[in-house]
């Protein structure tokens, strides 16, 4: 009986595994374009608010005043693979098809670039500008990393 009930719930853990191992289908309402349009905006303000913690950690702003942006840049990056669903491969979406072929690889990058950016905020906080800056180039790195392999040229 309990090899039964062990079989029985491995053959039911298959379809779900599967299911899980699968990119999000696109959110009811929404379509492709509305996504990818939403990504990019994204991806756009996060740009802009990492390039400005820079430049203000650059001309001597205190640091710890940048922990709010640091921090918003994590949550972005725990969001990101919600934003490409299954479907959103359009041809001026500029991602690359490995996003949905290697979706773990996808999703652990980036989720080192949430914790990269975590340690961000945290290096933020303690007000020590070269710690900051050292971390704010570890980010960079993790976002590199990812465009080399899931971004194509825009």
Not at 22 to 42: C, K, N, S, W
Not at 53 to 60: L, P, Q, V, Y
Not at 118 to 142: E, H, I, K, M, P
Request: proline fraction near 5%.
């Amino acid at each position: 009986m309990k090899q039964f009930l062990l079989l029985g719930a491995a053959l039911a853990a298959v379809p779900l595994a599967a299911a899980l191992a699968q990119p999000p289908a696109a959110p009811a309402g929404l379509t492709a374009e509305q996504i990818v349009a939403a990504r990019q905006a994204g991806y756009i303000l996060s740009g802009g608010s990492f390039a400005a913690m820079k430049a203000a950690a650059d001309s001597g702003a205190d640091v710890r005043t940048l922990a709010f942006g640091a921090r918003s840049l994590a949550r972005w990056a725990r969001t990101l693979p919600s934003l490409f669903p299954a479907g959103t491969n359009l041809p001026n979406s500029h991602a690359l098809p490995t996003i949905w072929s290697d979706r773990a690889g996808f999703e652990a990058r980036a989720a080192a670039y949430a914790t990269a950016a975590q340690a961000l905020a945290q290096a933020a906080q303690s007000g020590d500008r070269a710690a900051f800056l050292t971390q704010w180039a570890a980010v960079r790195q993790t976002c590199s990393g990812c465009h080399d392999t899931y971004k194509g040229s825009d």
